[in-house]
């Protein structure tokens, strides 16, 4: 993973973890032991996701996250 996804993929958790008011721990296993969000959307998508603003991307990880089963 290079510089810019890796830094992307931290935004990505720490700004749900703060939607949701909880550590970024818990979202970064949420989107890796509990689901492959990270490894199989974040990453793959970061073309895309990364042009998007903030509000847009967490809104879209959320969605996400239900449709995979993931509670937070």
Partial sequence: MDNEKMEFAI????????????????????????????????????????TQGKDYIVNDLIDMMKEKGVLI
């Fill in 11 to 50: 935004f990505c958790i720490e700004n749900v973890a703060a939607r949701f008011h909880v550590d970024a721990a818990v979202v970064y296993d949420a989107f890796t032991r509990e689901s492959d969000i990270l490894d199989g959307y974040i990453l793959p998508c970061y073309n895309v996701l990364h």
